[in-house]
């Protein structure tokens, strides 16, 4: 069948409901680097860029949802929200892992659409667009079954692999700086969803509880998660060669559906990460991974460099904007 080459965006406004001014470091407030200038000046540069296309998202219903997390705590992020002023931010006793994901009266919604524009960029991929990225805010991957935490509510990229892997096998490129906690544990007894992660050494670096070689997965799901820890001082360089040894273990799974979720907080200049890495990788990773010539979706996590963020999606989605 007839592949389109255009790259697709799917956004929603929606993300703006979505802005917490602080988080809790140490007992105190900090910044909230997870700002809604983030999915702004994204979008503004995929503009006078002129990469890509964009589309809203559609409604999905919650089962998809549901098939990764827990209903109740679901429910607990939309109830919770919902009871908020505006204004107002709860930080949750339980359903949370770390003190970095306040609820606010919008959480839910914003968190909602944004699982809508990671379902409606799979369901692109079903209907054979080559590649499409979810412009997806706030960010998945560290939120697991039953829990919030790391600047995520609900696994974006979780929900997507799943509902494509109704459809085939799928393999998760997960290049954010921080490890993708949540949707490694969500697959780790699956052998049809291969998790594969590039990231800081959790010994040193936030969620310090994952990311370790030696997790492979458990039951039928053992050999189908891969770690790559980093270290801090890891430059161009050696992050492609370990991309590249990545891609090889993805080629020998041979999915029939790619997922990427792409940080972009292993920027040397990021604000909260950052790896030795300059602008120019992110060009070249894309062009790696376009290699795999995978039908692709593209999920925003982290990267919180607001001056050069635009910047770097641009670089790495051009990879794939045939
Ligand atoms: N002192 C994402 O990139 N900050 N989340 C930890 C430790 C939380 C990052 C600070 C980092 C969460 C999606
Ligand atoms: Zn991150």
Do not use: W
Request: glycine fraction near 10%.
């Amino acid at each position: 069948m007839h592949q389109e080459a255009a790259v697709n965006i799917i956004y929603s406004s929606d993300h703006l409901l979505h802005d917490p001014q602080f988080e809790i470091n140490d007992g105190l407030p900090v910044d909230h680097a997870e700002k809604v200038e983030r999915a702004e000046t994204i979008m503004a540069s995929l503009k006078v860029e002129g990469v890509g296309r964009k589309v809203p998202p559609r409604r999905f219903p919650l089962r998809h949802t549901y098939a990764i997390h827990d209903k109740a705590y679901v429910d607990f992020v939309r109830t919770r929200s919902d009871q908020l002023a505006l204004g107002e931010v709860l930080y949750p006793s339980f359903y949370i892992t770390d003190t970095y994901a306040p609820v606010t009266s919008g959480s839910y919604l914003a968190s909602r659409s944004a699982v809508d524009c990671a379902l409606t960029g799979a369901s692109m991929i079903l209907g054979n667009q080559r590649t499409v990225y979810s412009l997806c805010r706030p960010p998945g991957h560290h939120a697991a079954h039953s829990s919030m935490g790391g600047y995520c509510y609900f696994n974006n990229a979780a929900i997507a692999s799943n509902y494509l892997s109704a459809h085939g096998k799928v393999a998760v490129l997960d290049i954010d700086y921080h490890h993708g906690n949540g949707t490694q544990e969500v697959f780790y007894d699956r052998n049809d969803v291969l998790y594969v992660s590039l990231h800081a050494d959790p010994d040193t670096n936030y969620p310090y509880i994952s990311g370790r070689v030696g997790e492979r997965g458990s039951g039928a799901g053992f050999g189908y998660t891969y770690n790559y820890p980093l270290s801090k001082n890891t430059g161009n360089g050696i992050y492609l060669r370990v991309l590249q040894d990545a891609l090889e273990v993805i080629k020998k799974f041979s999915p029939d559906y790619l997922v990427i979720s792409a940080g972009f907080d292993t920027f040397n200049l990021d604000p909260i990460g950052g790896l030795r890495l300059t602008e120019s990788v992110y060009a070249q990773c894309g062009q790696l991974i376009a290699g795999l010539e995978l039908p692709t979706l593209i999920i925003q996590e982290g990267g919180y460099n607001l001056e050069h963020l635009g910047g770097l999606v641009v670089g790495f989605l051009r990879a794939f904007d045939l």
